[in-house]
Each structure stands twice: as C-alpha cells, then as structure tokens.
C-alpha cells in the first residue's frame, strides 16, 4: 500500500510520517489475529515486511535510483505488513514471497513505483495467491486463545522449511466463517445450519474481536487525519444496506448484515486496503462513490459469486474505474488527476 497520491509523491517526510501511522494503527489487529491465530501471524508480517524492504532495494538498485530514499518512505514496508496480516498464518516462506514479488514488483515497481500503481499492490499480491493456490490460502486454524500449549505452534517450523506435514493440513483444515457458511448447500435452511454449531465454540466471537480491533486501529487513522471517513463509510455502509436486502428478501438463505461486517476481512479492508489513496478516488465524491463500488462487490461476490470473502477482488476492480472517477469528480482547475496525468512514469522497468 501507498499512502501518496501521484501529485503528492516528493514530499517524503510526509509520506513516511503517514505510513508509520498506518503500520501503527495495525497493531491492535495484529495482537488480536495473534491471540486467536497464533504466532504464525507475527511471523507473516515480519517476513513479509523484510521480503518487500529487500524487492524494493533490488528494484531500485537495478533501477539505478536512490535506494535509501525509496526504503525510507516505508511504503514498502507497509505493503509487505498488509499482505502478510491477510495471508493465513501457516503460509510458507515461498508463498509469502511470492505474494511479495507480485505486489512490490509487478504491481508497484513495473509501473514507475510510488504514486504510479493503479492497483493496490498488497492486494494484487493476495489475489494472486488466492487463484495460484487455493490450499494453502485456506488453511485457517480454528480460532483459540494463545496459552503455553498454543504459543509455538509446530505450523512455524513448517512455515520456516516451506512446507506442511499432513497432520498440520487437517489441523489447519479448518474454514473461516464466510468460507463455511458460503459452502452450507442449497438445500440446507440458515435456522439448519446455524443449528447444527458448523464452527468450533467461540469462532465468531473471535473473528467478532478480531474485527472490533480493526475498527479500533482504523477508527485512530480517522481522528489522526492519516485516512479520511469517505471511503470506509461509504464501504461499510453500502454493504450494510444491501446485505440487509438480500437477507430480507431470504433470510433462510441469505446471511444477516452483522454476519458479513464482523467476520472475514471486512473492517481491515475498508479502513486499511481501500483507503489507499495512490490506487483510490482523489475527491470527497470519487471517495464516496468508490467506496459504495467496494461495498456493493464485496457482498454481490459473496452471494453470488466463487469467493467467501471478496475484499481483494472488489478492491482491484475499483481501482480500475478509478481514472474515470477522478475524470468526473475532481475538480479541473487544479485536479489532482491532471497532475498526476502530466507525472507518468519515466523510466519503468
């Protein structure tokens, strides 16, 4: 994730001043992902982090820019955070780095680097991994509080040697709560399903947790300025508003709003990935309308699409009608889109 917008990009004490408050305000949710998950998620975000500070140098060196400047921003650095706060926490070594290659290097650095990237790159990174393989993007463990029995869980030998034993898959075979209640069948009623307990005692109070510390951290950004309301309130509420038709339409079918808002990546996606302002809408309406888009894919792709959660997938394509947002609602004059038109990219790779 970059947190300047193309017009923006030079002012670097700045940029970083915004970063570091970003990775700050992820914090609360990294305690609760690790509480419940284990310290799998530690070790995702730290090898992440450093995977994606070393691309970017590499980049830059081949490049034959300045590399302390680009390291010093910590855009890098954020990004390689986001991505392996989303990963699962027994994700090996390669299928981190792979996420971190695709996201500093194809979808950051092939398009000139900060300030260039149409898409968000933590998100390409994820996306990636979750078509090229679906088996390890799903191996969530059912969630536990962290103890002495919990706290060095045999997944981070297997995450340090790139690989799981079979044990390790049926312990981790464990789905999320939108992957189980996506998966219920046609023919089973919601009353049935929740009936039957599908989920280990205390999931969804924990993925209900989970969520509340992402609110806490994004609701800080807000009230430090870092992001602003436009797009996590347009995101949450339009989900809000159209999850609440479907489920009354069915609710024998259809899961409840509160469902899709507390489980999955829901609040960490509209406070820390959509709000990414090199890849979201300049304006306070761009904002607006782009976060109605994110929320309108994410719970369409839920219900009717092939993916429970849907966060990265609706996030990307919005970044798409991104430049005919800013086309229509920044301003002319001094429009940010014309600034960043007139500072494309001068020597990508």
């Known amino acids: 994730m970059s947190m300047m917008h193309a017009s ?15 990775i700050v305000a992820t914090l609360p949710g990294i305690a609760a992902m690790t509480y419940y ?16 500070v ?15 400047p680009a390291l010093q921003d910590s855009s890098a650095l954020l990004t390689g955070v986001l991505l392996g706060i989303s990963l699962p926490p027994a994700s090996p070594w390669w299928l981190i780095a792979v996420g971190v290659l695709a996201a500093v290097v194809v979808a950051k650095q092939l398009y000139g680097g900060l300030g260039h990237n149409p898409f968000n790159p933590a998100m390409v990174g994820y996306a990636l991994l979750l078509v090229s393989f679906p088996t390890y993007m799903t191996l969530w463990a059912p969630p536990q509080p962290l103890s002495i029995e919990t706290l060095f869980s045999p997944t981070l030998w297997a995450q340090i040697i790139g690989m799981l034993p079979p044990t390790a898959l049926d312990a981790l075979s464990g789905a999320t709560p939108l992957d189980t209640f996506k998966h219920k069948g046609e023919a089973v009623l919601a009353s049935e399903f929740w009936a039957s307990q599908p989920l280990p005692e205390g999931t969804l109070s924990a993925w ?17 300025r870092i992001i602003s309301w436009h797009i996590p309130v ?104 014309n600034a960043a038109a007139q500072s494309k990219p001068s020597k990508p790779l």
């Open 37 to 52: 998950f284990g310290l799998g998620v530690i070790s995702n975000v730290l090898l992440a982090g450093l995977l994606a």
């Open 54 to 68: 070393g691309a970017e140098a590499l980049i830059m060196t081949l490049r034959q820019r300045p590399v302390r």
């Open 208 to 224: 209900r947790n989970v969520a509340l510390a992402w609110l806490a951290g994004g609701l800080a950004l807000i009230a430090k």
């Open 234 to 337: 347009a995101m949450l509420s339009s989900m809000t508003l159209l999850a609440a038709l479907f489920y009354a339409s069915d609710p024998s079918h259809f899961a409840s709003p509160l469902f899709h808002l507390l489980t999955g990546a829901t609040l960490f996606g509209a406070f820390f990935i959509a709000t990414d302002p090199v890849s979201a809408a300049t304006s306070q309406r761009g904002k607006l309308i782009y976060g109605v888009g994110i929320g309108v894919l994410v719970i369409i792709i839920r219900t009717l699409g092939g993916y429970p959660d849907a966060v990265a997938f609706a996030v990307l394509l919005m970044n798409v009608c991104v430049p005919l947002l800013d086309l229509y609602t920044v301003p002319r004059p001094n429009s940010h889109y």
């Open 8 to 22: 923006q990009v030079g002012a670097a004490p700045s940029t970083a001043h915004l970063m570091r408050w970003v």
